[in-house]
């Protein structure tokens, strides 16, 4: 039998081998990840738009394409009106809200006929997306730009496809029921379709969190930040989410998700690949991988960009429990999204998609979860027992710690330089230290639910789960 000193030199090398294999994945997703960060930041620069509302106006109001805004609800009394009323409020020449119920259980349908005397009418439209059975349409008569769907429940996608039949304008916008889209939003993301109509088939903008500010009447009123943590943290989230990482894959013509919650695209291009895939939770990423694939396969010369300062303000969970549930549905939607089209993985028939955008989800999605979580429970262990040099478990710590914090760090530079939105400087240190803060046991559990999302995947739990609403701070 092999005695514990015979057995050290060979845990020795495992340990080394494991933790060298950590190391390493971590500093490359970290050279990668301040890439990102300098790229992100000469395109910010770049492209920063026109500050004054009226010369925006004047500028791009006049060439503007209809837009159609695709807004799918299920159970959202405490937000839908206050959202509708600020989507019809946009300041956009010519644009329509088509607001579906998707078989809501709550008195979300109700609460949209008395805010806006909604009465049944005719509509006739396309049946080229596939969705559940409508049972009603309603109009507003004074509010001739709102166009409300009652339909049988079939999930996002589903109510995504039937908005898209109704709808009639060129561009379409997708936008979530618990959203709010700042007045010139329209007019600042429609930018590249303008400039580049032939090319151009998709745009993503900002979305930003609304915990914290003050809403009056359907609009933003006050930049605050939030006093829920949870919510604070997720306010770094997605600051190095968009400012960053999107920002940065759209300049490298490589973008893989434009955000559900507020994203546009040609109608004719959706709907030449049979609308929003149905059955999907991750059907924004899944859109956008398909325009991918369909463009690439026909040869086409397209774009799909992320333009960062139309932004739209969204509520984030502050329950550990709801956080947690859409975390790990995000992660099976994106693993989903791979296995899907894992032919296109390092295939030299969809170029830079294959290789970088699915070379990146590989290793991010796909394996980052299990190499991050086993990182933090082995290499500890190793160096506790004594089978580990000091050196190993020092870099892994700051490979794991050190370049979050310049991450989050940086993402919050790049937002106060650049785009300037949070008000005062105790904002501004309120997120200094939460960009600290997330590193240090809000991005392990964020691994934790992702692995989560693994299991569920693995084991084919399709439930969306409930995502509670805590209503918009009003003024």
Request: glycine share 8%.
């Amino acid at each position: 039998m092999m005695s514990w000193a015979d057995a050290l030199p060979a845990l020795a090398r495992w340990a080394r081998f494991i933790a060298g294999s950590v190391i390493v994945m971590g500093l490359a997703q970290s050279v990668f990840n301040l890439w990102q960060l300098g790229l992100a930041g000469i395109a910010l620069r770049r492209k920063r738009g026109i500050d004054d509302a009226a010369q925006l106006w004047r500028r791009y109001a006049g060439n503007a394409p209809a837009i159609a805004l695709l807004v799918p609800a299920y159970n959202e009394t405490l937000t839908i009106v206050e959202s509708v009323t600020s989507l019809i409020s946009l300041q956009y020449p010519s644009f329509e809200v088509v607001v579906v119920n998707d078989g809501s259980t709550d008195d979300t349908l109700a609460a949209l006929v008395a805010a806006f005397d909604l009465v049944p009418i005719e509509r006739a439209h396309d049946n080229i997306a596939p969705h559940a059975p409508i049972r009603n349409i309603y109009g507003a008569p004074h509010q001739p730009r709102l166009v409300v769907v009652d339909k049988e429940n079939g999930g996002k996608a589903d109510a995504l496809n039937a908005a898209l039949n109704l709808s009639r304008a060129p561009i379409v916008c997708s936008v979530d029921a618990d959203s709010l889209l700042e007045p010139d939003s329209l007019l600042r993301a429609v930018g590249p379709f303008q400039h580049d109509p032939e090319r151009v088939i998709a745009v993503g903008g900002t979305v930003r969190l609304a915990n914290g500010c003050d809403i009056k009447d359907g609009r933003l009123t006050r930049v605050g930040t939030p006093t829920n943590l949870l919510a604070l943290l997720q306010t770094i989230e997605y600051l190095r989410a968009f400012l960053m990482a999107r920002l940065a894959w759209s300049e490298v013509r490589s973008l893989l998700i434009i955000s559900g919650a507020f994203g546009l695209f040609r109608r004719d291009a959706v709907l030449e690949i049979g609308g929003y895939r149905l059955g999907t939770v991750g059907e924004d990423m899944e859109l956008v991988i398909r325009l991918h694939r369909h463009n690439l396969a026909l040869k086409r010369d397209y774009r799909i960009e992320f333009v960062p300062e139309p932004v739209c303000w969204t509520q984030a969970p502050e329950s550990l429990s709801v956080l947690a549930r859409q975390r790990a549905r995000w992660h099976r939607g994106a693993l989903e999204t791979f296995v899907g089209h894992s032919d296109m993985f390092f295939n030299p028939r969809f170029g830079r998609i294959g290789f970088l955008g699915f070379g990146y989800m590989l290793a991010v999605d796909v394996l980052g979860p299990l190499v991050e979580i086993a990182g933090y429970l082995l290499v500890p262990a190793f160096w506790i027992l004594g089978v580990l040099d000091r050196e190993y478990f020092f870099a892994f710590l700051a490979i794991s710690f050190g370049f979050g914090v310049v991450m989050s760090v940086g993402a919050l530079a790049l937002e106060e330089t650049e785009l300037r939105r949070f008000p005062d400087v105790g904002s501004l240190l309120t997120l200094m230290g939460a960009a600290i803060v997330e590193n240090f046991g809000y991005r392990q559990l964020n691994n934790l639910w992702r692995l989560w999302g693994t299991y569920q995947y693995v084991s084919r739990q399709h439930a969306w789960g409930a995502m509670a609403r805590a209503g918009f701070r009003r003024a």
